[in-house]
């Protein structure tokens, strides 16, 4: 059972990044993927191969033409809820000048970005991902916020590696696991 589902975790996992692959392949066709300064051209060739898939072996990414993808990621897990449009630009630019191919963040976020502790964590636009904490009620609000930073990273030539939701929130210390909660995820919502 534990294998099949750290399987499709992974899966989802995966699937979330060829979703968000799709809008950097129509900046490689603008031409906005091109980069001045100190990166070396090396660094950003990934995105002259085309999109992301499961290799046929299945042990790793590849690009469509076949070219192995170096995933060299920068993890900022709490970007949709601590950084502005402004701080989150500025910390791609800085990974893309470094040669980052990946930025790895998650939706719900680590700790309290679900509302009830909001004087402890800064959750900069004031939105939270689910309205009520209710995951069949995502506020749209939080979402766009999300789809932008999204949209920057992309700008960036940064793939997100996008975890949909932290593990507090599916195994709660109330259901035998070490997360404050609250549990929003279980085998059923998690499908729907």
């Known amino acids: 059972m534990k294998i099949k589902v750290k399987t499709q975790f992974l899966l989802f996992f995966l699937a979330i990044i060829l979703i968000c692959n799709l809008n950097v392949a129509k900046l490689s066709s603008d031409g906005r993927d091109k980069v001045e300064g ?24 590849e690009h469509e033409d076949g070219t192995a993808f170096f995933w060299s990621g920068g993890t900022v897990w709490a970007l949709f809820h601590r950084a502005t449009a402004d701080e989150a630009r500025t910390y791609f630019e800085d990974r893309k000048s470094k040669g980052f191919s990946v930025i790895q963040a998650c939706i719900t976020g680590p700790g309290d970005h679900l509302g009830e502790l909001k004087s402890k964590y800064n959750i900069v636009n004031g939105q939270v991902p689910f309205i009520d904490n209710d995951p069949e009620k995502p506020n749209e609000n939080f979402f766009t916020y999300v789809d932008m930073l999204i949209d920057i990273a992309a700008e960036n030539n940064l793939y997100m590696g996008l975890l949909p939701t932290w593990g507090e929130y599916v195994c709660d210390q109330a259901n035998g696991g070490w997360g404050v909660g609250p549990r929003l995820f279980d085998t059923d919502s998690a499908y729907t």
Do not use: F, M, Q, T
Request: charge should be neutral; charged fraction near 25%.
């Open 38 to 61: 100190d990166v070396p051209s090396e660094a950003l060739k990934h995105w002259d191969h085309g999109k992301l898939r499961i290799s046929s072996n299945g042990h790793y990414l």
